[in-house]
């Protein structure tokens, strides 16, 4: 359209003023709706609100579009260029258009809202599924890593989380938590990068709940396990065994418990199996490392001797060695063998043509050389023998030189040959005797093992077998030794199953002593709440400590059974600890919770809430346990009401004391009785449901002119009273039964002629105005001038409204007073008795001053009169009197019956008043004197909790859905326990202090 309109323009060569203007406001405006919406959802994605910032881009129609086609829309043509160059975009007042950045930033919105999309609609598919916390969690997880600008996400993660942390701190404690739920937690507070804050200690806490549920189902893991491990095993599948048999330890880690031992023999194949490819494998690595180091030996060109050796120990292990490396080790080992053999040929063909030549000259030489050759020998043989220490070869070379004249005669031996024998000597004599220690010790360790060594004595002996192998020459020894070690490992297999009995009897009296103590969350809770039970428990747990002590000490030595024994004091420990704590905490509980902590006096109400509060905060468990929480929950429930007694005598009723008080000056009493109508109605505010809450309305209604329902001060019931002209009136008998009213001005003059009320509209009149009466003087006067009894009684309750001492709650019982009094009056004018007794009542219905009672009679009786006796009640009673109509008795009639019909207030004022006496009673304030301690069962009274001498008291209960304030009385220090409404844990026991 704006194209249209600048085309148009261009065209007219001359634009239009008027319509320039008009072309200018419409583009102003399309610009500046652009222009807001696109600042909209920039301001929301400075805030990282991306999807709001979409929102609005989607909401506002195709807004990234127009933005794109507004900010090309100066370029579009060469006559809008023109046009919008030359009339448009003024350069005083320059037109700002979305940019291109503008455009991109809208686009972008869109796109990350489509990214979000996806993971919105899953969370609020989440949420309306009511889905697991986790499921939600792992959503809001992924939002907040698309979406990291905005804060709402972390925030939702901190609620969830916060939610989570609350359902698990209810499993504690709970019997009715299930395993999984427990492990599901557990697993959660370990595993879990937590935003919301975690209490400290929760982890530890719902491990020791879960601990003994694993233990618990120990076998059934067990079971479910093996049942695996037997299929693997079928299949042979090692990756798996390897699994299961690391979920098999995870059981043990877990619950402490082992498995039953046919269950333990059952899947020993699989391990065994398992152990054997192990060590298979293991042999397999070794021997291939042997392979690799002879390759390497063969690398390098090492000898023959290196290479033979190599070889053979490959040979030796039991294993093919590779073709290839057997073939060039033995080709290198040959090679080396033929260079060998080529060079002693050829030394030996040297020596034998040396040997020829020398043979001759040396001939001579040869005898006494091959002598000494033979000496030289000898002693280096025997020196070698003697260092080696082998000294039976060195004893039967020493025999053979001596037993040799030609080396061992004076004369032929020499000084190294003498020195040789010598040492011989001594190291025949060293050999001798380490035989004869070692056929001892032979003797003393057998006398040990015939004797079933301990544990740590087959340890020395093993060590002291050991010992003896390396110093053993003798094949009879080494023999010896063996046999040693066979009875040595019959007494450690005997001494593996005195071991074990051990452990199991120490299992065994360790079952035994808890037998009859189950797990404190399975105790009731009348036990858990018993002190001497949790130290006869932790008594017994001592015991258990102690026995598995000493069985520790009797097995030393033995890893399996230290190892069970350790894993089984670990868990009495943990249990011991337990115990403690719980001990400790019911200690502090319940002398936090004695009679003489609860009880304790009070000097404000506000201590009582706070120490209640404290007390379940810190052992509503114990309270729980103790069958109280409710009755102290009940009793917590009563701090609004207690709060209000304490604000209203603190605060409320100085301030309505001060206004009812005020007298004299009518703007300071406006004042005062805003200041209580303002204090009444915060009162009201803050305490909706007060125990002074009907006394309270009452005060409302009374002080407050603007209420729906106003109850009527005393001066306002009397200027009602007033308007009706109904006192100072006097009667005038005259003859026929007839009479009139007068009213005088004044006693000088008595004349009841003068000032005649004729008619109704005379009785608002001035006296002194009044017409004088239309009767013969003397003629038809029968009697004296008398006072009206009605008038009188209606002046009497004038007068006393006008007192200023009258209590605004007494003009209820005047205003009854009266009405029961024309009700019964034998002697008045009975049409004159019926309208005052009708506009009596009608003042005190507009008054609000009605009884509650009376108000259901009272209505019945005006709608009688409206239906039945409305003639009677709006005729000229005054002219009646003297002037009868046609159908007097008639109205005369229904005037009495009205007045029969009346309902009888009598009742009703006394009850009113006594209602009075209680509303102002009710209205007084209250002090608090002590605390009432919760009921005790079988018991029919309760007592405070310090002394209060005997007399009416007050306390607070809920009756009827409302807090009321109840008297009852304390005698010697009791109270009775069966008042209705009361609540049954501690409660503030009142005295009314006030006025």
Same mark, same amino acid.
């Not at 544990?455 to 010896?480: F, H, Y």
């Not at 046999?483 to 035994?512: M, P, Q, Y």
């Not at 008398?786 to 019982?813: C, F, M, N, Y």
């Given at each position: ?21 008009? =072309? ?46 507004l900010a090309a829309f100066p370029r579009s043509s060469p006559t809008v260029s023109r046009f919008w160059a030359q ?65 709402? @996400? ?177 080709? *290198? ?92 000597? !001594? ?106 039970? @949790? ?31 350790? =894993? ?79 604000? *209203? ?27 209580? =109508? ?33 109850? *009527? ?24 039964g007839d009479r009139f009213f007068y009213r005088r001005s004044s006693d000088v003059d008595r004349d009841p002629l ?53 209590? !605004? ?6 205003? =009854?007073?009266?009405?029961?009094r024309l009700r019964t009056m034998p002697s008045s004018d009975v049409l004159w008795r019926a309208r005052a007794l ?22 019945? *009786? ?34 009495? !019956? ?98």
């Open positions: 359209m704006i194209r249209e309109a600048i085309e148009a323009q261009a065209r007219a060569g001359a634009p239009d003023d008027v319509a320039l203007e008009s =072309l200018r406001n419409d583009i102003a405006q399309m610009i500046d709706s652009i222009t807001k919406a696109i600042e909209r959802a920039r301001e929301f994605s400075l805030r990282g609100l991306v999807s709001e910032a979409a929102s609005v881009v989607e909401d506002f129609p195709d807004l990234a579009r127009q933005a794109d086609a009339y448009i975009d003024d350069a005083a007042e320059p037109v700002l258009l979305p940019s291109t950045e503008d455009v991109d930033m809208l686009a972008g919105f869109v796109d990350h809202a489509t990214r979000l999309r996806p993971l919105l609609d899953a969370l609020r598919l989440a949420a309306l599924r009511r889905e697991p916390l986790t499921n939600r969690l792992t959503i809001l997880k992924k939002l907040r890593e698309t979406d990291q600008r905005n804060r709402m @996400w972390l925030d939702q993660i901190d609620a969830l989380e916060k939610e989570w942390v609350k359902r698990i701190s209810e499993m504690r404690g709970d019997a009715a938590a299930s395993r999984d739920d427990l492990e599901e937690a557990f697993t959660a507070l370990s595993t879990r990068e937590w935003v919301a804050p975690v209490p400290r200690g929760l982890k530890d806490e719902i491990y020791a709940q879960l601990k003994p549920l694993r233990a618990s189902v120990a076998g059934e893991r067990y079971d479910e396990i093996a049942t695996k491990i037997h299929d693997a095993a079928a299949l042979m599948d090692r990756n798996e065994l390897e699994q299961l048999e690391a979920a098999w330890a995870l059981v043990y880690h877990e619950t402490g418990r082992m498995p039953d031992q046919s269950l333990q023999d059952a899947v020993a194949p699989a391990f065994e199996w398992m152990a054997r490819i192990a060590a298979d494998e293991a042999a397999q690595s070794e021997f291939d490392g042997l392979v690799d180091q002879l390759e390497r030996a063969l690398n390098a060109g090492s000898s023959a001797v290196d290479i033979e050796r190599r070889l053979a120990i490959l040979r030796d292990n039991g294993r093919s060695v590779p073709d290839g490396v057997r073939a060039r080790a033995q080709g *290198w080992i040959d090679a080396q063998r033929e260079r060998a053999r080529r060079r002693h040929r050829i030394i030996l063909v040297a020596s034998i043509a040396a040997a020829a030549v020398t043979l001759t000259a040396g001939g001579l030489a040869i005898n006494a050389f091959t002598r000494a050759k033979e000496r030289d020998d000898a002693i280096a043989a025997l020196t070698a023998l003697v260092e080696k220490g082998d000294s039976p070869a060195a004893r039967a070379l020493g025999a053979e030189i001596r037993a040799r004249p030609d080396l061992s005669s004076p004369e032929k031996l020499t000084p190294e040959l003498s020195a040789v024998l010598v040492r011989e000597a !001594a190291l025949a004599v060293e050999w001798d005797a380490q035989r004869l220690a070692l056929l001892s010790e032979f003797a003393e360790i057998q006398r040990a093992l015939d004797d079933h060594p301990s544990r740590v004595r087959l340890k020395a002996i093993s060590d002291q077998l050991q010992q003896m192998r390396a110093r053993a020459r003798l094949a009879q020894e080494s023999a010896a030794i063996e046999k040693l070690a066979s009875l040595h490992a019959d007494r450690a297999i005997e001494r593996d199953g005195a071991d074990a009995k051990v452990g199991d009897e120490a299992f065994a009296s360790c079952d035994a002593l808890l037998r009859e103590w189950p797990l404190p969350d399975r105790w009731t809770p009348a036990q858990q709440c018993d002190l001497a039970r @949790w130290e006869a428990y932790i008594a017994v747990l001592d015991r258990v400590k102690g026995a598995l002590q000493r069985a520790g000490l009797d097995v030393a030595g033995s890893d399996v059974q230290e190892s069970r024994l350790k =894993l089984k004091g670990e868990g009495a420990d943990a249990r011991i600890a337990e115990a403690q704590s719980r001990r400790s905490e019911l200690a502090d509980a319940l002398a936090a919770l004695a009679p003489s902590k609860v009880g304790a006096g009070v000097s404000v109400e506000s201590e009582l809430p706070e120490r209640l509060k404290t007390m379940l905060a810190l052992h509503g468990a114990t309270l729980a346990r103790l069958g109280k929480l409710g009755a102290f929950e009940s009793s917590q429930a009563c701090t609004p009401a207690w709060s209000s007694i304490q604000s *209203w005598r603190d605060e409320v009723k100085p301030v309505v004391d001060l206004a009812l008080g005020r007298r004299g000056d009518a703007d300071a009493v406006t004042i005062a009785n805003a200041n209580a =109508l303002q204090a009444l109605q915060g009162f009201l505010a803050r305490f909706p449901e007060t125990p002074y809450q009907s006394r309270v309305a009452e005060l409302i209604r009374r002080i407050d002119p603007a209420a729906s329902q106003p109850i *009527w001060a005393p001066g306002i019931l009397r200027a009602a009273l007033v308007d009706f002209f109904y006192s100072d009136i006097e009667e005038v008998p005259i003859a026929g003068h000032r005649a009320i004729e008619n109704l509209a005379d009785l608002a009149m001035n006296p002194d105005r009044l017409n004088a009466m239309l009767l013969k003087p003397g003629e038809r006067i029968v009697g004296t001038t008398r006072k009206s009894e009605i008038s009188s009684a209606w002046r009497q309750l004038e007068t006393t409204l006008g007192t200023p001492s009258v209590d !605004a709650g007494e003009a209820q019982g005047l205003m =009854l007073d009266l009405l029961e009708r506009d009596l009542a009608t003042v005190l219905r507009q008054s609000g001053q009605v009884p509650a009672a009376a108000s259901e009679p009272l209505n019945a *009786w005006f709608t009688r009169c409206d239906r039945q006796w409305q003639e009677a009640l709006s005729v000229d009673w005054l002219r009646a009197t003297y002037d009868a109509p046609v159908n007097a008795r008639v109205l005369r009639g229904s005037a009495a !019956a009205a007045i029969a019909d009346f309902p009888q207030l009598s009742q009703l004022a006394k009850a009113a008043e006594a209602e009075r006496l209680r509303a102002k009673e009710e209205i007084r304030t209250l002090a608090p004197i002590g605390v009432l301690m919760p009921i005790v069962l079988d018991e029919t009274s309760r007592a405070l909790g310090r002394s209060c001498p005997d007399g009416p008291v007050v306390l607070v209960g809920r009756v009827s859905n409302q807090w009321k304030f109840i008297e009852t009385v304390v005698k010697q220090n009791r109270i009775d326990a069966n008042i209705p409404g009361i609540p049954e844990g501690p409660i503030l026991v009142f005295r009314r202090t006030g006025s």
